[in-house]
Nanobody, 123 residues
Framework: QVQLVESGGGLVQAGGSLRLSCAAS????????MGWFRQAPGKEREFITA???????YYADSVKGRFTISRDNAKNTVFLQMNSLKPEDTAVYYC?????????????????WGQGTQVTVSS
């Protein structure tokens, strides 16, 4: 069983940056693909980015060029660097892990989820 805990959310002005962290414990973390999703009020959960165990990365078009995902397997942590933030990026951000090494954009294919961290971007 993998437990995920996100941190780093907060309030930032448009154009600013935030760095989210997701610390994993339990299970064989190094063999999991990791993803970040977000959910705004009244909207469905949305895929943002994911990184495979070997480091292959996929981004949603909405964040490509602004967000960067990385992982430190030695520290069992995945990061999401968010730059040039926009008010439409406001959402609860979730970290997720799946019991496979390859990435997926489908939230249903992730097995473990963090509790979420709020990101609010003011205009």
């Amino acid at each position: 069983q993998v437990q995920l805990v996100e941190s780093g959310g907060g309030l930032v002005q448009a154009g600013g940056s935030l760095r989210l962290s997701c610390a994993a414990s339990g299970g064989t973390y190094g063999s999991h693909a990791m993803g970040w999703f977000r959910q705004a009020p009244g909207k469905e959960r949305e895929f943002i980015t994911a990184i495979s165990w070997s480091g292959s990365i996929y981004y949603a078009d909405s964040v490509k060029g602004r967000f960067t995902i990385s992982r430190d397997n030695a520290k069992n942590t995945v990061f999401l660097q968010m730059n040039s933030l926009k008010p439409e990026d406001t959402a609860v951000y979730y970290c997720a892990a799946r019991r496979f090494a390859t990435v997926s954009v489908n939230s249903g294919e992730y097995d473990y989820w963090g509790q979420g961290t709020q990101v609010t971007v003011s205009s």
